[in-house]
């Protein structure tokens, strides 16, 4: 594996869906030969928004203690970064800016994981693709993706193309385009998400005719595994540098909420 990289997409089990203890992700890191990690655990939310699968406000800052604790046990050997994947859902924005103001976080991704009501990526609720229109959903999903995009809030875009992930391929194109000229208008990256090969899909987060697009429009890319346990971290990396490589693009990382590479 190329060094120096970093896994800048993973979980811990404050989320109620991931195993392991973060200390257990810095160890697999350091395993596979990565330079550093930061941890993007899924952030706090009102008590209305998706409660089973994120940490709560009142674990906040033991999130914050448990990723320093990883930090000064790995120092010198792993740099540990303290991140968070965000979420952009309209209405939320006022309570998402006061938990982003309250760390000083290093990177924040930015992602959509509902269609108004309709949490599209979960499992249990697949079927309702069956009664939507495909191009219409494309559509309304990149129409959100814009608004995290301009939002201000965050860093990076997280697994672009994520409606996908059972299968259900977006066959049009120009509503992921045109999100894709916000991103670069607004010197966004994008999570360049490995997840979706352990998905149905069987493809990574941008798709490689996306991942060509956003490297032609000069959006970098930060690698990251989307880990929910400590043998994913690190996940199938030569294959998304590769994938990146292969069109020009290139691959940066956050410290401080400020780019490097």
């Given at each position: 594996m190329t060094a120096p990289l970093f896994d800048s997409h993973l979980h811990t089990p404050l989320c109620g869906h991931a195993t392991g203890a973060p200390r257990e992700?810095?160890?697999?890191a350091l395993d596979a030969?990565?330079?550093?990690?930061?941890?993007?655990?899924?952030?706090?939310?009102?008590?209305w928004y998706d409660a089973p699968w994120r940490m709560r406000a009142n674990q906040l800052a033991q999130y914050v203690e448990e990723v320093r604790a990883v930090q000064a046990?790995?120092?010198?050997?792993?740099?540990?970064?303290?991140?968070?994947?965000?979420?952009?859902?309209?209405?939320?924005?006022?309570?998402?800016?006061?938990?982003?103001?309250?760390?000083p976080w290093d990177y924040v991704i930015g992602s959509v994981h509902y269609l108004g009501a309709w949490g599209f990526d979960n499992p249990e609720y697949v079927a309702e693709y069956e009664a939507r229109d495909l191009r219409e959903l494309y559509g309304d999903y990149y129409a959100l993706v814009e608004g995290a995009a301009r939002s201000g809030l965050f860093d990076a875009i997280g697994h672009l193309d994520l409606p996908k992930k059972f299968g259900h391929v977006d066959t049009d194109g120009l509503a992921a385009l045109h999100a894709l000229d916000v991103i670069a208008e607004r010197g966004l990256a994008l999570d360049f998400n490995t997840a979706g090969w352990r998905k149905p899909v069987a493809e990574a987060y941008p798709a490689p005719d996306l991942t060509r697009a956003a490297a032609s429009r000069g959006i970098p890319f930060v690698l990251g595994s989307d880990a929910?346990?400590?043998?994913?971290?690190?996940h199938r990396f030569d294959d998304a540098l590769k994938q990146i490589h292969d069109v020009g693009g290139r691959t940066v990382t956050y410290q401080g909420r400020v780019r490097h590479g």
């Open positions: 992700y810095a160890q697999a030969g990565l330079a550093g990690l930061c941890f993007t655990d899924h952030m706090p939310m009102p008590t046990e790995f120092s010198g050997r792993l740099d540990v970064r303290l991140g968070l994947e965000a979420d952009f859902h309209p209405g939320t924005e006022r309570f998402v800016e006061g938990v982003l103001s309250a760390y929910h346990r400590p043998d994913e971290v690190g």
